[in-house]
């Protein structure tokens, strides 16, 4: 499984980024340089990829 922390101002959290075989290292370098992203930008990855999961799976059952 591929992981990075999250430091955010009073705890760490972990985000996963998928597990090897089906996502590249290539794929995962690029995952982790856009979760920074959103962190300069003061959004919280985690939460941001939980909130687009959860519209996708809205989508799928309708």
Known sequence: MLLILI?????RT??????YPAVSLADARKLKLSAREL?????NPKTECDIAT????KLDIS
């Open 14 to 19: 972990s985000m996963s980024l998928g597990l």
């Open 7 to 11: 430091l955010n101002t009073k705890k």
């Open 39 to 43: 962190r300069v930008k003061g959004l």
């Open 54 to 57: 959860q519209s996708i799976k």
